[in-house]
């Protein structure tokens, strides 16, 4: 069978409206329409450090280390130390 050069064209045209139909169904759901969780808040206790705060609130599972950097990050916090009174924001729980 031989095709003309519009033949080709349409043929072309239908194997890429094919293909991106196969991509559309085998392609993951997206989670843009997921809910975004809502931050945490605490108050520092007494004697509390962020080493204890990140052992304790940690339902993600993280290292602990990437879990002070990222209430460090969250709160703006400059150094390590923080006061018994502070209000500081956690990561959401997902």
């Given at each position: 069978m031989r095709l003309t050069r519009r033949g080709r064209v349409v043929?072309?045209?239908?194997?890429?409206?094919l293909a991106g139909a196969v991509a559309v169904l085998v392609a993951p759901q997206s989670r843009?329409?997921?809910p975004a969780a809502r931050p945490r808040a605490v108050v520092v206790q007494p004697g509390e450090t962020l080493w204890d705060l990140a052992t304790r609130s940690n339902s993600r599972g993280w290292d602990?280390?990437?879990l002070i950097d990222e209430i460090r990050r969250?709160?703006?916090l400059p150094g390590y130390t923080v006061y018994p009174g502070q209000?500081?924001?956690?990561?959401?729980?997902?």
């Open positions: 043929v072309l045209a239908l194997l890429l409206a843009a329409a997921d602990p280390f990437q969250l709160n703006a209000e500081l924001t956690l990561p959401p729980e997902r």
